[in-house]
T-cell receptor, first 114, second 113 residues
Framework: EAGVAQSPRYKIIEKRQSVAFWCNPI?????LYWYQQILGQGPKLLIQ????????DSQLPKDRFSAERLKGVDSTLKIQPAKLEDSAVYLC????????????FGPGTRLTVT | GESVGLHLPTLSVQEGDNSIINCAYS??????FIWYKQESGKGPQFIID?????DKRQGQRVTVLLNKTVKHLSLQIAATQPGDSAVYFC????????????FGQGTELSVKP
């Protein structure tokens, strides 16, 4: 079974620029998550999708971050404009259901904002 | 807000020794916990879970202990190997409160040959 795919793996941008990350979940997984992991900390949930609907985006800085999951499969996370404090690893995870189901994580995208 | 946290940010052990990684949580209503392993450059990987109706659960070379009285759980790794070097997180899925997965800060385990 193929795992969660993410691209790019690394991205370096200057502050105030925009950036987009892509995630392809495991086939058949209805739930998709985006996490932000700052160096030395555990992952923090940014947004959760159930199929193509948003379940939880309470921790998403909506003034600069946006995410979509078209057709309930792939997802993109965008930051515009980026700030220095956005430097982190952005992890995508997917699960078959929303509760009680194991989340499978992708390798992440390491973003550096200079 | 509710939190889960680990006691030590780093732990260094000799190859072949047993490792114990601790985690405290604050939500007395939490009834399910998951331990994740995150190797460098990779996403977290599920290791083992435990429900609140259990005090102990064993997997392959790993054991998780849960003490609900003091809101503490631990991950024990037997005969630690170099491949066990990683950051370990305990996480609370908060399944009875919306289902948001909350991670602790993590303990980085280093295994000395």
């Amino acid at each position: 079974e193929a795992g969660v795919a993410q691209s790019p793996r690394y991205k370096i941008i200057e502050k105030r620029q925009s950036v987009a990350f892509w995630c392809n979940p495991i086939s058949g997984h209805a739930t998709l998550y985006w996490y932000q992991q700052i160096l030395g900390q555990g992952p923090k949930l940014l947004i959760q999708f159930q199929n193509n609907g948003v379940v939880d985006d309470s921790q998403l800085p909506k003034d600069r971050f946006s995410a979509e999951r078209l057709k309930g499969v792939d997802s993109t996370l965008k930051i515009q404009p980026a700030k220095l404090e956005d430097s982190a690893v952005y992890l995508c995870a997917s699960s078959w259901g929303d509760r009680g189901f194991e989340q499978y994580f992708g390798p992440g995208t390491r973003l550096t904002v200079t | 807000g509710e939190s889960v946290g680990l006691h030590l940010p780093t732990l260094s052990v000799q190859e072949g020794d047993n490792s114990i990684i601790n985690c405290a949580y604050s939500n007395s209503a939490s009834d399910y916990f998951i331990w994740y392993k995150q190797e460098s450059g990779k996403g977290p990987q599920f290791i083992i879970d435990i429900r609140s109706n259990m005090d102990k659960r064993q997997g392959q070379r790993v054991t998780v202990l849960l003490n609900k009285t003091v809101k503490h759980l631990s991950l024990q790794i037997a005969a630690t190997q170099p491949g066990d070097s990683a950051v370990y997180f305990c996480a609370d899925p908060f399944y009875n409160q919306g289902g948001k997965l909350i991670f602790g800060q993590g303990t980085e385990l280093s295994v000395k040959p």
